[in-house]
C-alpha cells in the first residue's frame, strides 16, 4: 500500500517562502516511484485545485496559472520524496495542501491521481 505524507505547512507572511515536502512509502516498486506526483489545494468552501505535477524524471513540470513563476515542483527518486518550494506567497495562497501520485501519464485532474496524503495547512497572513 502506498502512503504519502505531507510536511512543511504553517503559518508564513505574505511575500514569505515555504517548502513542503511528500515522502511516500511503498511495499512496491510500484508507484509512486514510477509515477508523476503532483501536489493540490484546497481552500475552505473552494473546490480542490491543481497545483504542481512533475514526471518520473522530472522533464515534464506543470503548473497551474496562480502559483506560475512563484511556486517549484521537484522530486528526489532516491528518496521518494517529492517537494514544492513555494516563494512570494499570497493570502490567497491559504490552503490545505496535498501531495498525490498519479498511476499513468503527468496528468493535471485530481481524478487521475490515485495516492493522496492527509494535506498539509498552509495559512499566509497579510
Known amino acids: 500500500q502506498v502512503q504519502l505524507v505531507e510536511s512543511g505547512g504553517g503559518l508564513v507572511q505574505a511575500g514569505g517562502s515555504q517548502r513542503l515536502s511528500c515522502a511516500a512509502s511503498?511495499?512496491?516498486?510500484?508507484?509512486?516511484?514510477?509515477?508523476?506526483m503532483g501536489w493540490f489545494r484546497q481552500a475552505p468552501g473552494k473546490e480542490r485545485e491543481f497545483v504542481a505535477t512533475?514526471?518520473?524524471?522530472?522533464?515534464?513540470?506543470y503548473y497551474g496559472d496562480s502559483v506560475k513563476g512563484r511556486f517549484t515542483i521537484s522530486r528526489d527518486n532516491a528518496r521518494n520524496t517529492v517537494y514544492l518550494e513555494m516563494n512570494s506567497l499570497k493570502p490567497e495562497d491559504t490552503a490545505v495542501y496535498y501531495c498525490?501520485?498519479?498511476?499513468?501519464?503527468?496528468?493535471?485532474?485530481?481524478?487521475?491521481?490515485?495516492?493522496w496524503g492527509q494535506g498539509t495547512q498552509v495559512t499566509v497572513s497579510s
Open positions: 512533475v514526471g518520473l524524471n522530472s522533464g515534464v513540470r
Open positions: 498525490a501520485a498519479a498511476r499513468f501519464g503527468v496528468p493535471r485532474l485530481s481524478t487521475e491521481y490515485a495516492y
Open positions: 511503498t511495499a512496491s516498486r510500484g508507484p509512486p516511484s514510477r509515477s508523476a
